[in-house]
């Protein structure tokens, strides 16, 4: 089971669109992810705000930075990034 992710991003921004595109395609295989928009808190802001996007695990907290494509998504998920 793939586990629960967050992509931290905010509207407008065409990097976050682009990371949207690559965990697409892991969606339909039951990847959940929440898309959380840094704009709605300010810690969030300063953590994220020179990093977005970012995909972060839920159960380990582990995070991964932008750019990164499906197959680092996948080792990513595995736990072996």
Same mark, same amino acid.
């Given at each position: 089971m793939?586990?629960?992710?967050q992509l931290f991003g905010t509207l407008g921004?065409?990097?976050?669109e682009q990371a949207e595109e690559v965990l697409m395609p892991l969606v339909e295989y039951g990847l959940l992810v929440e898309l959380i928009d840094i =704009?709605?808190?300010p810690d969030w802001?300063? !953590?994220? =705000?020179?990093?977005i996007p970012v995909l972060?695990?839920? !159960?380990t907290g582990s995070e991964l930075d932008w750019p990164f494509e499906a197959e680092?998504?996948?080792s990513f998920l595995q736990g072996s990034t």
């Open positions: 793939l586990p629960e992710c921004c065409h990097l976050c =704009a709605e808190r802001v300063e !953590d994220y =705000a020179l990093r972060r695990r839920v !159960d680092q998504v996948v």
